[in-house]
Antibody, heavy 116, light 111 residues
Framework: EVQLVESGGGLVQPGGSLRLSCAAS????????MSWVRQAPGKGLEWVAN????????YYVDSVKGRFTISRDNAKNSLYLQMNSLRAEDTAVYYC?????????WGQGTLVTVSS | QSALTQPPSASGSPGQSVTISCTGT?????????VSWYQQHPGKAPKLMIY???RRPSGVPDRFSGSKSGNTASLTVSGLQAEDEADYYC???????????FGGGTKLTVL
């Protein structure tokens, strides 16, 4: 059974940093692109970033370029999102999702709240 | 990276059919056969319902179907059931430099 479990969310002040993690199991993690998708409270889904199987390609939505970094550790079956210079508008539930062009499995999400 | 356009709401009675549209551009929906649809119940994670325009993952009822014409994709739910009441999001691949875009979501109400 595919499982994706996010962690690392919480309350952070504007300008602060946070690192999200996603532990994957039930599939060969190193064979798949992985993505982060977020959802602000009461709003729709927004793709944030994705990363190729070997980490050689990474893509970001314009609003997070230069502030967020996606990475992965295939030996640990884990996906990460380093978030720096956080803004109020980054407040959202962050989902880890399997895949690039289609996300066939999603985690339950971790809430990031940026507020003073 | 503009969002795809979906109607904010749709509704139908049990047993009826409803179609939700998703309009993009030739750079996303119209340019690739990588449109997917996700169902999201309140407080839950999204669930993949349709991928590659019209393909259904294992376990998704065949009441759910997808199609595309030009820059507009559609999700049709036939034989509406109470459990189909949820938010539905479309998404499209948009090329290597702007890989993914989502629609704003449609709240489906079963009357």
């Amino acid at each position: 059974e595919v499982q994706l479990v996010e962690s690392g969310g919480g309350l952070v002040q504007p300008g602060g940093s946070l690192r999200l993690s996603c532990a994957a199991s039930g599939f060969t993690f190193s064979n798949f692109w992985m993505s982060w998708v977020r959802q602000a409270p009461g709003k729709g889904l927004e793709w944030v970033a994705n990363i190729k199987q070997d980490g050689s390609e990474k893509y970001y939505v314009d609003s997070v370029k230069g502030r967020f970094t996606i990475s992965r550790d295939n030996a640990k079956n884990s996906l990460y999102l380093q978030m720096n210079s956080l803004r109020a508008e980054d407040t959202a539930v962050y989902y880890c999702a399997k895949g690039q062009k289609t996300n066939d499995y999603w985690g339950q999400g971790t809430l990031v709240t940026v507020s003073s | 990276q503009s969002a795809l356009t979906q109607p904010p709401s749709a509704s139908g009675s049990p047993g009826q059919s409803v179609t939700i549209s998703c309009t993009g551009t030739s750079s996303d929906v119209g340019g690739y056969n990588y449109v997917s649809w996700y169902q999201q119940h309140p407080g839950k994670a999204p669930k993949l319902m349709i991928y590659e325009v019209s393909r259904r993952p294992s376990g998704v009822p065949d009441r759910f179907s997808g199609s595309k014409s030009g820059n507009t994709a559609s999700l049709t739910v036939s034989g509406l059931q109470a459990e189909d009441e949820a938010d539905y999001y479309c998404s499209s691949y948009a090329g290597s430099n702007n890989p993914r875009v989502f629609g704003g979501g449609t709240k489906l109400t079963v009357l």
